[in-house]
């Protein structure tokens, strides 16, 4: 870990360090948010921001870096259908790399064996990539079942009593009614049947390296294109959704092109480009990993019609002018 | 500063500092933006980020601590328009304050003397804000005139030249034909008269203090209303931006309010609640901020309108069933 000094005098009470992982912070506020919102178990608590730790060899662009930007959940349910969720959430994250577009291929999920796992935990995932500088897959996330073993831990350093984050079982939402609810059974029938400290499931993945697999997985190459390097973003990712070019900058197209653009550019980020050929032009967006440029030519001003160009195949097709923004929400799905 | 060693020894050579400020990163970077995308003069280089300062006495809430998150723009201009850009940015900075709701009496812009600037500089303005905590305004933001104070430094540093981050005068985009603009000129005639090392327009904010200030000048009492305390947030600004209520959980009223919540839902952080009575419902609400409340009662059933309830006056009217996603859109202007 990275060891610091708060306040002017540097000795062992000032003595602080950087945050290895965001996870601890959570715990920390469980109760507090159980307390101040109108959740009740099961529920999760998200978290993303900056962990730290003091890596001797730093290498694999940032692979392993020395600061990095973690996300991660803390699933905090009833003990009974911890499996459950464990398995739910181990295949809903899976799920989330395929969806934006890292291949089935390069992604490795891999169930620990029995001997690799904690005692109090039925299961962690690692979900691994294979990177190209790698031979062997490397984590992205780990999916574990943690069981209560955090909570306990931290009701015994807080209250020494490991069941002080104990919740309250209902099926009812929780609110300021928790009263009836402790009248209408006894305190002893309660304790015994109706209370636990919830087991965690938590998902924890580096935003870094996702970002890096992304781009690996992004990166083609096609000898026959006029630009044969491109990046082909899944466009939920594509950091520019749309370009809008009118094929010549005179005879009324930049007059044509520039509403549409502002209207694009109202809702995605977007840019308008008139120089150089358009052959040049598709080649930058598809260099950027732009998934669609609208042209507007000569035909635009004859039948209102523009073309979508495909960064994938440079297939075209040819849509009203009125349907860009349309057309582009239905292909993004946003 | 704080200050930490990388890497496995604790020696001089291993020092290293947690970054007190995040301008730095976009001076040393200036010169890979400037060569990798298309931008040309004038431009800016926004960031958000975490900053740390070792603070011997953090208090006042967020307002004061030793790990904060700083949003700061440096944006590059021609030295001939750097005047004219300082009070751009300076008015439209005030401005962003007011638009999201900081009343301007509250707010303090003070424009330092002539006596407080830095040598290279033409003004520097503090946006303040009268905490109610505090006797005196406090600084939410500085917009500095900065000259070529950075680049230049930096220059100096980095390759013992000053001029390193000069820049070529040009009235059209940069492009790759750099080459060309070369040939229609001589070496000679483009140094004297059409070089330059942009002059610097900052403005440095810190996200926390801005959301402080949001907090206090939200809070709002009125012993008249049902529940005295609420969030007087700027609808753009809340957290929650509706919440839909069947006032009853029966009689066909949740079949009409769920399909309006999950539309919502898509769009915009909302709420569902069909628990207690309505007043209760509005008073949670008010208490988050939530700006509109949309009820479905047993008018819904015979006309297909719904009550929409307004925050801070709790007034209400009746709109269409259909257009509650179009009423927000238009109330948020989102």
């Given at each position: ?58 290498r694999n662009f ?56 904690a005692h109090y ?181 004859e039948d209102g ?30």
């Open positions: 870990m990275f060891e610091s000094h708060t306040g002017a005098l540097q000795d062992s009470s000032s003595k602080v360090y950087l945050r290895p992982e965001t996870a601890q912070g959570i715990f920390v506020n469980f109760k507090n948010v159980m307390d101040s919102t109108r959740v009740k178990i099961p529920f999760g608590i998200a978290q993303i921001g900056k962990a730290f730790r003091n890596e001797v060899n730093p940032t692979f392993r870096s020395r600061e990095f930007e973690q996300m991660e959940i803390e699933f905090f349910c009833n003990p009974k259908e911890s499996r459950m969720w464990y398995e739910f959430w181990r295949d809903l994250r899976k799920g989330w790399y395929t969806s934006l577009g890292i291949k089935s291929g390069n992604l490795r999920p891999r169930e620990q064996g029995k001997e690799e796992l935990s039925v299961g962690t995932t690692d979900i691994e990539y294979l990177f190209p500088f790698s031979d062997e897959p490397q984590e992205l996330e780990g999916v574990a079942h943690r069981g209560d073993f955090d909570l306990k831990a931290h009701g015994k350093h807080s209250k020494n009593n490991e069941n002080a984050f104990e919740v309250i079982e209902e099926s009812e939402p929780r609110s300021s009614d928790r009263a009836d609810l402790a009248d209408s059974e006894s305190p002893r029938g309660l304790k015994s049947a109706a209370r636990f400290v919830p087991h965690v499931i938590e998902p924890s993945a580096g935003a870094d390296r996702f970002t890096l697999a992304v781009i690996c997985e992004a990166y083609s190459f096609d000898e026959k294109r006029a630009s044969p390097e491109f990046m082909k973003f899944h466009p939920r990712l594509a950091p520019i959704k749309a370009a809008v070019f009118p094929l010549v900058a005179k005879d009324g197209l930049p007059e044509i092109a520039e509403p549409i653009f502002r209207e694009i550019k109202k809702a995605f980020p977007a840019q308008y480009d008139v120089k150089q050929s358009i052959g040049k032009r598709y080649a930058r967006m598809d260099e950027a990993g732009t998934p669609f440029c609208f042209t507007i030519d000569g035909q635009s001003k019609t523009v073309t979508v160009r495909n960064r994938d195949d440079a297939s075209q097709i040819r849509i009203d002018k009125s349907r860009c923004l349309e057309y582009l929400r239905e292909q993004l799905r946003l």
